[in-house]
């Protein structure tokens, strides 16, 4: 069986028949745009990815990037790739036509791109990091520096990279060292940066390093950042020439190898030129933003690899014999597909469930991000924002972890088989891994979460939810959804909603410990929540079609049975991790580094 | 820091203050033994693998076997190391004194071979697999068979295989086709293996292969398999010579690199001879005494790469510095080692309840496996054997599973520098992998729990189980360990006990299906009370030392946050795992196929 990476119908569901991205049309930022025009995105890519990119997987995984010389080059294949991957316009899809974009939702770029990263995380590194920077310079950067570099990177002619993380200082970015010296209009940087991804290589004309730096006599930690726009090759007189930055080593990643992963040395001959982006020290809430699209394409990252897993293991279990069944175990019958044995099927669904339940996830909250920017109200776009504040840690952190445990799950239905360098269950393994860690750990999501995104503006955006959550219900019941799975969610919802107002209370009351002590548990139980609030979501659409006499019964049928699974296996476990939580269980809170 | 690959503290602490190995001294088969030749025998085995086998780690995993001329040739690296562990006596350490061994404990024994494993659990196959090939020749082989085979491989000149699986016979072992054809005292043997690990190597003279094959004219199914022992060279007049033992192919493993996993042909000349060991069409009963051995094994891998992992990212968390506290966030204040995170403290206690938990269940498994073989009664070594047989399937797969988990915690904590080949998690992550896999996958182990090992013996196994909860709540209680957490286990294991009785009810109405749908969340609540147990057992030795005036105050205290941990956020998910079954969710057993 071929593998098709996500399953059209499912994206096409989700899309227009849970999330109602139809709706967007009647935006006037998307007035040009139909749902032949969104389709067509979307299968371009589906098929580039599919024919081209998906053959390459083995292939790229074993011919990572090399440092010869000083330069890192990059995979024969990659180049042949990279300038189709440029001809469809994925870089700058979602950007206004105003900027040379499509001017296309969020939601849609993201269902496009999620094709790409099942084929291959790695080469969507590239696209993925030159929109995300030329967005900073878009929004951020002078006249004249989107006038140079906007251009170039749209058409993929340059491309971009985030370059925060130093030796020393990763998680916090407070600690980041490289310095500013002003020299006209603009800076001399000097420092290290590691773990750039795409921070070299011999794909692209140039490549544009968004560098986090301190300038001269600038406040100590995360108040004295700013963000600097640093090219490998800066604007001369005579076209481009060198700007000092150096590559001083390749980091050996265990997945994700096509995009290099490199050690900068800026400024080594003191002449590496930065031009400031944003104000002075207002490095890093400019670097949020691109921060949050990196913390959203992760998350597609994770659902795309676990949906090429997943589906990877669906072609598998359909086509293996392999025992039979406890109910006749005859061994004079042939044997049975593993699909057939009861375990083989609870695997099976429970990756659907995550697969599915985190694409839902995802797409709502890039359709979150596009009504923030363009809903017709400022009541409504501001309303949006927040539900995307909310959502972003949970959409970033869920594909990751939940998505790991789904595509280990697919190795496993592989049995020996999966465990070997033959098959393709493994690479995705090594990729996926990496999901939990880059663009802030989950721990960090968690703190994010808790700490910051649920007792923003003073409890507003854990309102809105409870309202998606209380319109959902609505739906679900309109359309016939079991009173008992409404119930569940809603009980959930109560029970979360409770436990964040006590626990923003422990953090007023000045007990910072006790309320995040549990932040682990907490992104856990708000993350089970919010998926179940995705496949009620999923549960109300399937019976709308249904009623409506839609052909595709068997796939309405496997959303019923997932949306069943999620509600009732996974949503009950969320009240042991309310009480975790709530009673603050103290046993790694009080554990000293001494006693392990 | 170096990495300690256990903690010796730790491995004393269990077997004697908690398990109370040294009991066994008392039993007239261990009489010539004393604390002192066990210890000196735990001990040679962890230095060797400190200063020997782990430095390798890295030169292991880089350099796999390769296929030349029809003969495997292994890394030099093993020729080094291979006659040092020969002369250790690693193979037939629990073997009694007229075999060749040194009568040790298996309980010794496996504790010895955890450093070894933990060091390298490939070059740990060699002896393990040796061990094993070799008590079941010692078992169920023939004098001459013995005479010719076992001091060899007891000495590690010979070198023994499990050779059970065929490309279309896995986890359905009645499936199996290679064919045995009587010829006076042997049988020609024909047919293919597939995944047999050490199956052709450059390292012992010989190979001496333990095959299931299927006698001409032998009934279909399980109650035809015969088990063979099939040299790779077998005795001529001249001395050893071909026995029609081929390699086809060698599997390209993730992990486990240095042990070869390959692909045998036998009998492609018509003259692969092979020996019956056991009576015909009994091979899968005796294969099962290997099995249930290399179950135990498989365990202690689990434990041996989980403890390893632990203690890298131990020894990184307490040198990385990262951050700063939430209570003290001054950009000035020197950054904090990891470890100070109470998140990271999170990671590690959570390595530490499922690496110390581990270990205590499977050296309580090892105790019962020689109290089944030498107590002083046929009553307490059927007891013994009764829960031996109960806790094999937790002890095989807690550790898969759960030490998976927690390796890739190990990972976690790294952060970016974990996702790379410079360090060594990415090693443990892909080692730990097969442990969930090979001789018998979590699902086949959840199947075993719930529709065999539970409910034999009419429920003996269950009652004996409980006889020893309540012998460890009695010793908490009497050692002042809080009441809450004795309360805690009795709770759970009466949850256990009513549910199983349930299950088994439901079964013996007919309801196959219905008893074992939730097999793996049923192994999952198993698990998770057994491990409370061992955590309350290693809590009341905690107490008990402490009472006693330990010097290690230390240690014991990390002993009761673990515990604490243990009983308070992890047994807390049995009930919702118990209604799960109870209920008997039906989302997976009435999913079809053709909805995925």
């Known amino acids: 069986m071929t593998n098709p990476l996500l399953d059209d119908r499912d994206v096409a569901f989700t899309l227009y028949g849970v999330l109602g991205a139809e709706s967007l049309l009647g935006l006037p930022h998307f007035e040009e745009h139909s749902r032949e025009t969104f389709d ?11 024919e081209a990119v998906f ?20 995979s024969p294949r990659l180049h042949t790739l990279w300038p189709k991957l440029r001809e469809m316009g994925v870089i700058a899809a979602a950007r206004p036509f105003e900027v040379g974009g499509q001017q296309l939702p969020l939601a849609i770029s993201t269902a496009a791109s999620l094709y790409l990263m099942a084929a291959n995380p790695a080469l969507f590194g590239f696209p993925g990091l030159t929109a995300g920077a030329a967005h900073l310079i878009e929004e951020f950067g002078s006249e004249a520096l989107k006038a140079l570099y906007l251009e170039p990177m749209h058409e993929g002619r340059f491309t971009g990279t985030m370059a925060l993380t130093e030796p020393h200082a990763g998680s916090s970015l407070a600690d980041v060292s490289t310095r500013a010296r002003p020299a006209g209009d603009h800076y001399l940087i000097s420092g290290s940066k590691i773990f750039i991804s795409g921070g070299d290589q011999d794909l692209s004309e140039n490549i544009v390093h968004m560098v986090l730096a301190r300038i001269e006599g600038a406040p100590s930690g995360i108040r004295g950042v700013s963000l600097f726009l640093v090219p490998r090759l800066r604007f001369g007189v005579s076209g481009l020439e060198p700007n000092d930055v150096g590559v001083s080593g390749l980091i050996h990643k265990i997945g994700w190898k096509a995009l290099p992963s490199v050690v900068l040395s800026l400024g080594e001959g003191g002449d590496c030129r930065g031009w400031l982006v944003g104000a002075p020290h207002q490095g890093i809430s400019c670097m949020f933003q691109m921060m949050n699209e990196a913390r959203i394409m992760v998350g597609a990252n994770g659902v795309a690899t676990a949906s090429v897993a997943y589906h990877e293991s669906l072609g598998y279990a359909r086509e293996r014999p392999q025992g039979r069944l406890a109910t006749s175990k005859d061994p004079q019958l042939p044997q049975v597909p593993i699909i057939e044995h009861a375990d083989v099927r609870r695997m099976l669904l429970r990756q659907k469930a995550i697969v599915e339940g985190g694409m839902s996830l995802l797409l709502q909250t890039a359709l979150y991000a596009d009504r923030a920017s363009h809903a017709a109200t400022e009541g409504e776009r501001q309303h949006a924002q927040v539900l995307l504040d909310l959502l972003t840690p949970v959409t970033k952190s869920f594909p990751a972890e939940k998505g790991f445990e789904s595509t280990v799950l697919a190795l496993q239905i592989h049995g020996g088989y999966g465990y070997t360098s033959e098959y393709l269950p493994e690479i995705f393994f090594r990729e996926q891994k990496l999901n939990s860690i880059h663009e802030g750990t989950t721990g960090i999501q968690g703190l994010d979460l808790l700490g910051r995104k649920v007792v923003a503006h003073n409890g507003a955006a854990m309102r809105a939810f409870a309202e998606e959550i209380a319109r959902t219900c609505e739906r679900a019941a309109a359309a016939g959804v079991a009173a008992s799975w409404i119930g569940a969610l809603t009980g959930a919802a109560v029970e979360v909603s409770e436990l964040t107002k006590e626990l923003a209370q422990r953090g007023r009351s000045g007990d910072v410990e006790g309320m995040l002590c549990h932040s682990a548990d907490y992104l856990e139980l708000f993350s089970t929540t919010v ?10 659409a399937a019976r709308e079609a249904m009623a409506s006499g839609s052909s595709e019964r068997d796939f309405l049928e496997g959303k019923l049975a997932a949306a069943q699974y999620w509600l009732r296996t996974e949503l009950p476990r969320v009240p042991a991790l309310v009480t975790l939580c709530r009673e603050n269980e103290d046993s790694y809170l009080t554990m000293r580094p001494s006693w392990f």
């Open 40 to 50: 067509a995105f979307v299968s371009v890519a589906a098929r580039f990815a599919r």
């Open 55 to 74: 053959p390459a997987t083995r292939a790229l995984d074993e011919d990572p990037p090399r440092l010869v010389d000083g330069r890192v080059l990059v």
């Open 531 to 540: 998926i179940a609030w995705q496949w009620l979501l999923q549960a109300a």
